[in-house]
């Protein structure tokens, strides 16, 4: 097992779209959840938005709701998270979580999560 591994990130103009990808390792994909989280300057780390693989369930955070997408691609154990009319306040390092079986206390939850990437930067700005 090796951790998710996160790409995408950059600088943002207010009002642009981003594109993150986070990818999984085949022993964990599709397994459970998969959740990405982000933490800005200041803040505690907070979900955005996860999906249930294997379930299909979905999270999306309503700071995030209506202007966020989440795409996966199974061959490639790929899960993206698209965001759109970008703020300043999504301004943050974004991380992907994934889990397998163990304590649930919810898909927003960072402690729900046994496997975190190394985050990847957003730095949104006008």
């Known amino acids: 097992l090796v951790q998710p591994v996160e790409s995408g990130g950059g600088s943002v103009q207010v009002g642009g779209s981003l594109i993150l990808s986070c990818v999984v390792s085949?022993?964990?994909?599709?397994?459970?959840?998969i959740t990405w989280f982000r933490q800005g300057p200041g803040t505690e780390r907070e979900a955005v938005a996860g999906?249930?693989?294997?379930?299909?369930?979905?999270y999306v955070a309503d700071s995030v709701q209506g202007r966020c997408a989440l795409l996966q691609d199974n061959t490639k154990q790929t899960v993206y998270l698209v965001l759109h009319n970008l703020k300043p306040e999504d301004t943050a390092m974004y991380f992907c979580?994934?889990?397998?079986?163990?304590?649930?206390?919810?898909?927003?939850?960072?402690?729900?999560?046994?496997?975190w990437g190394q985050g990847t930067q957003v730095i949104v700005s006008s």
């Open positions: 979580a994934a889990r397998l079986d163990g304590r649930w206390s919810g898909p927003a939850a960072v402690t729900s999560y046994h496997y």
């Open positions: 085949e022993d964990i994909y599709g397994r459970d959840w």
């Open positions: 999906k249930n693989i294997f379930g299909g369930s979905t």
